[in-house]
């Protein structure tokens, strides 16, 4: 089992920046990918971001790439998503996830945290 916790989120103007964390506690945090994805009112949950178990290798959704990072410390069992250029369309509960094997697939990650809210107001 791995527990999984995020902060970070909040109000923030459009063209702002924020940083989500993750904290994961359980089972060896380095053993797992780890993910990002959003959900939106009214809309399915999307992925955001991924990164490998090392951090070697990281993925994005369109819709962020070039102003989101993600980023990991394994030593702190944290994951990081850095998010810059916010736009109201970025508003969403943010929930991190944790699996095995790195994938950008929703439904293939193990655990997850409980979300952390975002809002980019205009």
């Known amino acids: 089992q791995v527990q999984l916790v995020e902060s970070g989120g909040g109000l923030v103007q459009a063209g702002g920046s924020l940083r989500l964390s993750c904290a994961a506690s359980?089972?060896?945090?380095?053993?797992?990918?780890m993910g990002w994805f959003r959900q939106a009112v009214g809309k399915e949950r999307e992925f955001v971001a991924a990164?490998?178990?090392?951090?070697?290798?990281?993925y994005y959704a369109d819709s962020v790439k070039g102003r989101f990072t993600i980023s990991r410390d394994n030593a702190k069992n944290t994951v990081y998503l850095q998010m810059n250029s916010l736009k109201p369309e970025d508003t969403a509960v943010y929930y991190c996830?944790?699996?095995?094997?790195?994938?950008?697939?929703?439904?293939?990650?193990?655990?997850w945290g409980q979300g952390t809210q975002v809002t980019v107001s205009s």
């Open positions: 996830a944790a699996n095995e094997v790195v994938t950008t697939t929703l439904g293939q990650y193990d655990y």
């Open positions: 359980g089972r060896t945090f380095s053993r797992y990918a």
């Open positions: 990164i490998t178990r090392s951090g070697a290798s990281t």
